[in-house]
Nanobody, 125 residues
Framework: VQLQASGGGLVQPGDSLRLSCIAS????????MGWFRQAPGNEREFVAA????????RIADSVKGRFTISRDKAKNTAYLQMNNLKPEDTAVYYC???????????????????WGQGTLVTVSS
C-alpha cells in the first residue's frame, strides 16, 4: 500500500487545516489509517486513527476536541481536520496504514506497516 499525504502548511494560532492521505488500492478487510506527528527533538506520537470498514475512530487526548479524523472510502482517502491549532501542534505529520489492526492497537506506531511521507504543519504567529 502506498500512501500520499498532503495539506500541510504555515498557519497562525487558532487557524484550521485539513490534511489528506490517499491510499493506493487494497483488498484489506480490516484496513486502518492513522496519523502520527513528530515535532523537532521529540519522538513520533499518535494523533488519530480510523477503521475503514466501520468508521470507528481513536483520537489522542492531546488533540481531542480539536482534531477529527474521517475517511472517504470512494476516494481511498483519510482526512485529519485540525481546528484551533496551537504552536505545540507544529510537527511533521505522517499518515500510516495497516491491513489488520485491532482497536486497542490503533495508537501504536509499531502496529502500522505502511507509511507515507510527512507533511509539515507549522503553527506560528
Amino acid at each position: 500500500v502506498q500512501l500520499q499525504a498532503s495539506g500541510g502548511g504555515l498557519v497562525q494560532p487558532g487557524d484550521s487545516l485539513r490534511l489528506s492521505c490517499i491510499a493506493s488500492r487494497h483488498t484489506f478487510s480490516r484496513f486502518v489509517m492513522g496519523w502520527f506527528r513528530q515535532a523537532p527533538g521529540n519522538e513520533r506520537e499518535f494523533v488519530a486513527a480510523i477503521m475503514w470498514s466501520g468508521g470507528s475512530t481513536r483520537i489522542a487526548d492531546s488533540v481531542k476536541g480539536r482534531f477529527t479524523i474521517s475517511r472517504d472510502k470512494a476516494k481511498n482517502t483519510a482526512y485529519l481536520q485540525m481546528n484551533n491549532l496551537k504552536p505545540e501542534d507544529t510537527a511533521v505529520y505522517y499518515c500510516a496504514a495497516d491491513g489488520g489492526i485491532i482497536y486497542s492497537s490503533m495508537g501504536s506506531e509499531n502496529a502500522y506497516d505502511y507509511w507515507g511521507q510527512g507533511t509539515l504543519v507549522t503553527v506560528s504567529s
